[in-house]
């Protein structure tokens, strides 16, 4: 381990330093702790450890009922927690085979699409804390906290919102919301403006991410990398146009990807863009959603009140704000699931850490693992 | 300062028959409590303002006063002071792991290395503690004392983010020093004398029938040096976008993790001097220190303190206004800047200065 260096006056021994950052630490995005082993300040190795949030979700889901499933499920990703329960909704759906009614997937997709604005606007002003930048930190959650109120107004619930249920949703939108959503969008769209101009296009931004934490896009593949992540590496691919479900097929909406235009194809900087941009698709879509939404009808489909699903198993994948968000559910036929397994895109991203951040330096590794934006209730679950 | 204190202890019959040693210690003694008090209440007003002017930059309302019973007085006013008791009545903890001497002595080393800057510090025409041969020598030597502080608190901590943090400060403090020297040295050869005293006099006047005839608006060498001086000094007194050795994010609190209470308070009071001072110096030798940006307006020694105080405060805010708007550098590019841009423009703006007093003026 130790590096001789010969000098004049003799040999002189150094050591690596191995620092552990976190659990409890400013930045490690909740208690992850990263064993880092450091050459001055530069980084020679980094072992993610995790675990310190777990919360044995899995082995709660065999003991209860497919609907008690979902406030599990909800504390899973806490920053999206409808896009986790859209996409259990759906691969349960999947597995039983049922019809939505098509208000409820308009109703679905916006707040799943409000909920990704509210989860990049998050990961954005989190890497600008990250490099030290705190006021667009207040910004985003300035506008997050818009969103959150919607979301009151429509479930009562501020971040765990137990709103999205098999088979339909939990209540129509009540009266003045859809008015109040056009109103947040057309407020929103030029705020990202502000956040270009603040962050993005900061010269001390653009000096500590581009070309920083580069995820070749081969890495990133064989990692199992996806979302904004794998987009940031120049990749084009979305599960809401590559594996069709819900209604994405309506609407019109691009798929941002990292194109180096600061540096190098999948640097922070591209990742963070991509975010930026996902937030135009996302602001975009829910105005579509809205414009072409029926007014009238139920928010339930016509299932029996205990829900027993046949015999089988599925794996069902959807894109969430981390990226492919995989629900494995095995049925026994009962009421309640014998085995459902997530598959964490946040897991798969904080796994690709030490093959992208080794060789910079200490204060990089804030801004690549803040660029990768996990979610430790997703990992450890 | 001194003599003048010396000078009227003489009068008091009762003071007379003392040792002079003991008149002088005396008479420095009523040097250094004003300029303690001064330093507090600047911590107090600057973090207050700080607090204030970020609130308002950040879409919030920052400290408020609320309710009945106790609270923070109107719009927050009383905050820093209730901070200020809470700190002083916080237990006082030295971990068990620290090598204790170096651990207690640290925040006064670094706390006297701002202190003692404030000797040469004009504040008016007359207010000015000792207005040596040497000043502006005698500041930019003092004020790397505080560096020792911060690698004392650094190594003694036994704290490996507290070790990153005092080595990244050292280097980075030790690294700017140059700049400020070189940029200072700009004006030291137009006036021709190292006095404060005399380069405020030297900025009398007016240039191009408008401007006051302020160093910064000299000429165009000048003018670059203000600003290689501003942020330089920034970069000393380790503010963002150079807070790379606190950086929260990165160093959890860098030099200071183990601190807290009054050792804390004191790093935290220097640092504010420290800011002070930077700001002080910047205006004292290119802003015209006490002198009135209209000349003949609004002069006096009591008009020049708030001429000086205004100068000063203005890039105080300034500061704040760096720091809640900019990211944070790394510590590489951050020595980049200082070596590769910063010293060699310096070098040549002592070469400009020099040629255009020859050529132009």
Known sequence: ?381 | MVDFFLEKFSQISWLTGLPDGILFVLAVILIAIPIFLFLAVNALVVVYAERKISAFMQDRLGPMGQGAGLHAGKWGLLQTVADTVKLISKEDIIPAAVDKKLFISAPFIFFIGSFITFVALPFNQTIVAANFNIGIFYIVAVSSVGVIGIILAGYGSNNKWSLYGAMRSAAQIISYEIPVALSLLTVVMLVGSLQMQEIIKAQDGVIWGFLPHWFVFKNPFTFIAFFILFISGVAEVNRTPFDIPEAESELVAGFHTEYSGLRWAFFFLAEYANVFIVAGVASVVFLGGWQSPIPGFLEGSGWGLVWFLGKAIFLIFTMIWFRWTFPRLRTDQLMVMCWKYFIPIAFINIMGVGLWDLFVS
């Open chain 1, 1 to 381: 381990m130790g590096v001789e260096h010969d000098h004049e006056l003799g040999v002189i021994h150094a050591e690596e330093m191995v620092l552990n950052v976190g659990p409890q630490h400013p930045s490690t995005h909740g208690v992850l702790r990263l064993k880092v082993q450091t050459d001055g300040e530069i980084i020679t190795k980094i072992d993610p450890y995790i675990g310190y949030l777990h919360r044995c979700f899995e082995k709660h889901c065999e003991n209860v009922t497919y609907e008690q499933c979902i406030p599990y499920i909800d504390r899973c990703d806490y920053i999206a927690s409808m896009n986790n329960d859209f996409g259990y909704a759906v691969t349960v759906e999947q597995l039983m085979g049922i019809e939505i009614p098509e208000k409820v997937e308009y109703i679905r997709v916006i707040v799943a699409e409000l909920n990704r604005i509210a989860s990049h606007l998050l990961a954005i002003g989190t890497i600008g804390l990250d490099v030290g930048a705190f006021t667009p930190f207040l910004y985003c959650f300035r506008d997050r906290e818009r969103i959150l109120d919607l979301f009151e107004m429509l479930c009562g619930a501020r971040l765990l919102y137990n709103y999205i249920w098999v088979g339909g949703v939990s209540h129509d939108f009540p009266v003045g919301w859809v008015e109040k959503t056009y109103e947040f969008i057309d407020y929103f769209e030029p705020k990202i403006h502000e956040y270009n101009e603040l962050l993005t296009y900061n010269k001390i931004f653009i000096e500590r991410t581009a070309d920083v934490g580069i995820l070749p896009v081969d890495v990133a593949i064989s990692y199992g990398v996806t979302g904004p992540n794998l987009r940031g590496s120049g990749l084009r691919w979305d599960l809401r146009r590559d594996d069709l479900y819900s209604i994405y097929d309506q609407f019109e909406f691009d798929i941002p990807v990292g194109t180096g235009a600061m540096g190098s194809v999948g640097d922070c900087w591209d990742r963070y863009y991509v975010r930026v941009r996902e937030m135009e698709e996302s602001a975009k879509i829910v105005r579509q959603a809205l414009d072409q939404m029926p007014r009238e009808g139920d928010v339930h489909a016509t299932i029996p009140r205990k829900i027993r699903p046949p015999k089988g198993q599925i794996y069902k994948r959807t894109e969430s704000p981390r990226g492919d968000l995989g629900f494995y559910i095995i049925s026994d036929g009962s009421p309640i699931p014998f085995r459902i397994k997530l598959r964490s895109p946040a897991f798969t991203a904080v796994s690709c850490i030490n093959e992208i951040a080794r060789g910079w330096m200490l204060s990089d590794v804030m801004v690549i693992l803040g660029s990768l934006d996990i979610v430790l209730g997703e990992i450890d679950r």
